[in-house]
């Protein structure tokens, strides 16, 4: 297996601009889950999703921020417009249903607003 | 919710000597324990966990306790490389709870482990 897909790798943006996330899940695992890795804060919960269906967005700091999972193999985690404080690294985690209860991480995103 | 917090946040060994981490969580309800490794540039990986039926679980050079009355988990690891270096998160979730398993990270300890 591939392990959990994320692009792009690196983004830089200048503010205002509509940015767009991706991520593909492992075949077969039902939980989707998106954080923010800043050096203040850690690693934050922004959303996550269970069967596609989005669970828990609390984690997700303002209207700019929106998620989607149109499909089991596909997420988008979306920022329009985009501000300098948004600068993070965006990770993109799955987890299966049941057994092996820790996720599996992508490599990240890390988004760059000038 | 869930509180994790995690001790040190820094912590500089020589290679050979042993580390250990510690985490202390809030919701006595949780009862799934990992821990990842952050190496620069990557994302977590997982390392080693822990259910809450289980005092301590021991793989090669690493091993983890959990104390539930206390409410606190450590990560020891021995005979420390120069590529045990990188960030180490512990984590807390409530399986099969409401929170459909959600894990609450600590906020990191960077590990440095001296040639």
Not at chain 1, 29 to 53: A, C, K, P, S
Not at chain 2, 32 to 48: A, D, N, T, V
Not at chain 2, 69 to 84: G, M, N, R, V
Request: hydrophobic fraction near 30%.
């Amino acid at each position: 297996d591939a392990g959990v897909i994320q692009s792009p790798r690196h983004e830089v943006t200048e503010m205002g601009q509509e940015v767009t996330l991706r991520c593909k899940p492992i075949s077969g695992h039902d939980y989707l889950f998106w954080y923010r890795q800043t050096m203040m804060r850690g690693l934050e919960l922004l959303i996550y999703f269970n069967n596609n269906v989005p669970i828990d967005d609390s984690g997700m700091p303002e209207d700019r921020f929106s998620a989607k999972m149109p499909n089991a193999s596909f997420s988008t985690l979306k920022i329009q417009p985009s501000e300098p404080r948004d600068s993070a690294v965006y990770f993109c985690a799955s987890r299966p249903p049941t057994g092996e209860y820790g996720y599996t991480f992508g490599s990240g995103t890390r988004l760059t607003v000038v | 919710g869930e509180n994790v917090e995690q001790h040190p946040s820094t912590l500089s060994v020589q290679e050979g000597d042993s580390a250990v981490i510690k985490c202390t969580y809030s919701d006595s309800a949780s009862n799934y324990f990992p821990w990842y490794k952050q190496e620069l540039g990557k994302g977590p990986q997982l390392i080693i966990d822990i259910r809450s039926n289980v005092g301590e679980k021991k793989d090669q050079r690493i091993a983890v306790t959990l104390n539930k009355t206390a409410k606190h988990f450590s990560l020891h690891i021995t005979e420390t490389q120069p590529e045990d270096s990188a960030v180490y998160f512990c984590a807390a979730s409530n399986v099969g709870g409401t929170s459909y398993g959600k894990l609450t990270f600590g906020q990191g300890t960077i590990l440095t482990v001296h040639p």
